[in-house]
């Protein structure tokens, strides 16, 4: 489960690519992404975290109860980890993830809004 960071560390929150969970860098290096861990390979990683996260993006949702939540199932969260979400967020993740994604039948969902179903 991912934690809320406190108001000093806010302006620090990044976005993974892939998910949209928000997190601090620091929580990123120590525990990876708990959503895309296997994918994005982001525990322990400064370079993969500055390529696979970002720091723009646009508004949060805090998802508590992922399999219930009809706010989660809009943002396609709702089998994901609890915790705080982006609803927009700018930015592609690096093309080898983008094939990795392909390789395994995924397919890949900009979080930018920009594939919108």
Known sequence: MATIPSQARSKQLRACLLCSIIQVPADFRKNGCPNCEEIVGLKGNPERITTCTTTF???????????????????RTSKYARGMYAIRVKGRIPEDIEANLEVRGIKYRPRDQTDQD
């Open 57 to 75: 993006f646009e508004g949060v949702i805090s998802v508590i109860d992922p399999d219930n939540s009809w706010v989660a199932r809009w943002q």
